[in-house]
Nanobody, 125 residues
Framework: QVQLVESGGGLVQAGGSLRLSCVAL????????MGWFRQAPGKEREFVAA????????TYADAVKGRFTISRDNAKNAVYLQMNSLKLEGAAVYYC??????????????????WGQGTQVTVSS
């Protein structure tokens, strides 16, 4: 079983930056599609960014395009999300996700089955 452990969340001012990390324990994720999702209070979990197993392809939600960057280091069994120019609406719990069945593009929030525990990102004005 793969366990995903996120870190790096915290409080940041609007316009600031944070880097989230996700380390996988128990099994290699080098062949998995990986991604980040987020969920704000009272809202559904939404897609943020995805990366293919080989880092050959990345995909972003329109809301974060140009400001967030997803990357991975298969040697470290880790995935990262660099978040720049954070906006107030970016405040949410951010979840790392793994998809062993879709190595090019992770599935949706409804189909992904491997999740981390989440890390809180709070954005202040």
């Amino acid at each position: 079983q793969v366990q995903l452990v996120e870190s790096g969340g915290g409080l940041v001012q609007a316009g600031g930056s944070l880097r989230l990390s996700c380390v996988a324990l128990g099994r290699s994720i080098s062949s998995y599609g990986m991604g980040w999702f987020r969920q704000a209070p009272g809202k559904e979990r939404e897609f943020v960014a995805a990366i293919a197993w080989s880092s050959s392809a990345t995909t972003y939600a329109d809301a974060v395009k140009g400001r967030f960057t997803i990357s991975r280091d298969n040697a470290k069994n880790a995935v990262y999300l660099q978040m720049n120019s954070l906006k107030l609406e970016g405040a949410a719990v951010y979840y790392c996700a793994a998809d062993p069945y879709r190595n090019q593009r992770i599935g949706t929030a409804q189909t992904v089955s491997i999740w981390g525990q989440g890390t809180q990102v709070t954005v202040s004005s």
